[in-house]
């Protein structure tokens, strides 16, 4: 009863301002809520089918039918407000990202420049060893490595050390040669 109350008094105040406003026609008027977009030109504007007054419909469907136009621009300017947030978070976001993407980059490129270095060090090392104590500790290296190691020497020097290890040692590290060596794909 209350909500019927309040609907009625609010009709009662929308009647009179009607009245107040005199001879302006209602397609002069339009509400126009703060956060909401620009009004449209009047030449640009489409009418909408409006209710005709109808004595039958309750209060409320006459005062919801009444300020529908206003919500739905209330509604669209707010929905606007969100996306643009929306579209701040996302840019500071992706700035974000870019930033530390190029960090990344830095990084990586600080990292190879080390591990050249290291591994041009770590085969000169292995070139001024003797043969057998290199095959002893190529052995012991994880495979990988150790074929690469092989891979940078001398020839020469690489066939020694081979020839000083153990036959299954040197064949595991032959064939991870031979499959780097290659141009194309294996698989």
Not at 90 to 96: L, Q
Request: contains cysteine; negative net charge; proline residues 4%.
């Amino acid at each position: 009863m209350s909500i019927l109350h309040n609907s009625h008094k609010l009709l009662v105040a929308a009647v009179f301002a009607a009245s107040a406003l005199g001879s302006v026609h209602a397609d002069e008027i339009r509400q126009v809520l703060p956060g909401a977009p620009e009004p449209v030109a009047a030449q640009e504007l489409t009418r909408e089918s409006t209710p005709v007054f109808d004595p039958e419909a309750s209060e409320v469907q006459r005062f919801c039918s009444n300020i529908a136009d206003a919500a739905r621009d209330r509604r669209y300017a707010l929905q606007a407000q969100e996306l643009k947030q929306l579209q701040g978070e996302v840019d500071k976001r992706i700035e974000a990202l870019e930033e530390k993407r190029n960090e990344y980059e830095t990084w990586l490129k600080r990292r190879e420049l080390f591990l050249a270095r290291a591994e041009e060090s770590v085969v000169s090392i292995y070139a001024g060893m003797k043969p057998d104590a290199a095959a002893e500790r190529l052995a012991m290296v994880e495979t990988e490595l150790a074929a690469a190691i092989l891979m940078r020497l001398d020839t020469r020097k690489a066939s020694t050390i081979l020839n000083e290890m153990n036959q299954k040692a040197a064949a595991i590290l032959t064939s991870v040669m031979a499959s780097a060596a290659r141009r194309t794909d294996p698989s």
